[in-house]
């Protein structure tokens, strides 16, 4: 984000107001400021897509799942997408076991992956495949390529709206 603030035509109230709407504030905007923003400038969940990517899954449905999760479930199902959508049990314990905010034990990490699944119950389209598939044979978590894109652009969405999610 780029803020400029002209110090020698904007007023002390101006460039408040301006600070506070890019930190996602509604400022209190004095009436002889021209450019003020008519509407809270921050995006929201209905500009993301209704249209179905696959499965029954939208945008704007796996944005619902996602702000619905914990953080540490949320954290696992970010990284698996962050690997491309395949990623070994070994790779996603390990990268948790010393993860400095989000640290969970190795013995630990089936807890947020399980509430992946009871939140897509809940939160998920009707009838669809699991969002994180998990292999036990080979060992592996899988998300459907085509939904790792959806996901990318729903933790893009989130990173600019983190009020949004649960905590």
């Known amino acids: 984000m780029r803020l400029t603030i002209d110090t020698e035509t904007d007023t002390y109230e101006q460039a408040i107001g301006a600070v506070q709407a890019a930190y996602g504030m509604r400022p209190v905007i004095p009436a002889d400021w021209p450019e003020a ?14 249209n179905d990517i696959g499965g029954g899954w939208s945008d704007q ?4 799942m996602v702000a619905s999760l914990m953080p540490g479930a949320r954290a696992v199902l970010r990284r698996i997408t962050a690997l491309g959508g395949t990623a070994s049990y070994d790779e996603v314990q ?4 010393g993860h400095p905010t989000n640290p969970i034990p190795p013995t630990k990490i ?9 939140v897509q119950r809940r ?11 998990r292999d036990e044979r080979a060992r592996l978590y899988h998300i459907d390529r085509v939904l790792v894109e959806g996901l990318k ?3 893009a969405f989130a990173d600019t709206r983190p009020d949004l999610l649960r905590s």
Do not use: I, K
Request: glycine fraction near 8%; charged fraction near 20%; proline fraction near 13%.
């Open 37 to 50: 923003p008519a509407v809270d400038p921050r995006p929201d969940p209905q500009d993301l897509s209704s």
């Open 61 to 64: 449905a796996l944005f619902r």
């Open 94 to 97: 390990q990268y948790f076991a």
């Open 110 to 118: 089936g807890g947020p992956l399980t509430s992946v699944q009871a």
């Open 123 to 133: 939160m998920g389209p009707a009838g669809s495949d699991r969002l994180l598939q």
């Open 153 to 155: 652009r729903v933790f």
